[in-house]
């Protein structure tokens, strides 16, 4: 039998673990895309693309591949808070 593409929502939930009303709210609110994750059937029935699906559900793995290569930067910002120090400079070194 040839691959299929294109499954009902319901068939989709059993797959995937997604429940109907999820597959409906990321429709719904435009999180997925008509002709990309999902389509109309000519009969109006709703299917979910398995290859849009997954090309969505790995969208931010190229993302992230690339948070792995740049280097650490922290936000977090230690000088000026005027806690527990008069002076913005840094403590001496430990001997």
Known sequence: MASVNHVTIEKFSSETGYS???VRSKIKRGEWRLGYEFCKAPDGRILVSLEGYDA????NMKESKLAQRLPYKST???RGSGVGSASSSSP????
């Open 20 to 22: 109907p009303n999820a």
């Open 56 to 59: 969505w559900a790995t969208s």
């Open 76 to 78: 977090f910002n230690t």
């Open 92 to 95: 001496p070194p430990l001997t």
